[in-house]
C-alpha cells in the first residue's frame, strides 16, 4: 500500500506564495509521473503540473511561469511552488503518483488527501 501525504496548503492574499509537497511512502520500487491535481468547487478535477522521470515537466497553460514543479526522487516527494497567486486558483490541489509496486512492474497510481489552498483579499 502507498500513501501519499501532502502539506503547504493554507489561506494567502493574491499576490502570495504557496509552496505545496507530496510525500510518497510505502513499498514503492519506482515512481514515474508524480503531478498536482486541483477541484475547485464545482467543477471537475484537473490536471495543474506533472514531472515524469525522464521528461520536460508539464503545466496547464494558466499556471506556466507561475507554478514550478520539482521533485526529489531519492524522497520519493514533489513539490509545487505557486507564486503569484490570484483568486481563481482557489481550490483543493492533490497529489498524485505513478508507483511501480512490485517487482514484476505493476504500476499503480495514488491519490493524496487533498490541501485546501484559498487565495482571497
Known amino acids: 500500500q502507498v500513501q501519499l501525504v501532502e502539506s503547504g496548503g493554507g489561506s494567502v492574499q493574491p499576490g502570495g506564495s504557496l509552496r505545496l509537497s507530496c510525500a510518497a511512502s510505502?513499498?514503492?520500487?519506482?515512481?514515474?509521473?508524480m503531478g498536482w491535481y486541483r477541484q475547485a468547487p464545482g467543477k471537475q478535477r484537473e490536471l495543474v503540473a506533472v514531472v515524469t522521470s525522464g521528461t520536460r515537466p508539464h503545466y496547464e497553460d494558466s499556471v506556466k511561469g507561475r507554478f514550478t514543479i520539482s521533485r526529489d526522487n531519492a524522497k520519493n516527494t514533489v513539490y509545487l511552488q505557486m507564486n503569484n497567486l490570484k483568486p481563481e486558483v482557489t481550490a483543493v490541489y492533490y497529489c498524485n503518483a505513478g508507483a511501480v509496486v512490485t517487482p514484476k512492474g505493476y504500476e499503480y497510481f495514488y491519490w493524496g488527501q487533498g490541501t485546501q489552498v484559498t487565495v482571497s483579499s
Open positions: 510505502g513499498i514503492i520500487f519506482s515512481i514515474n509521473a
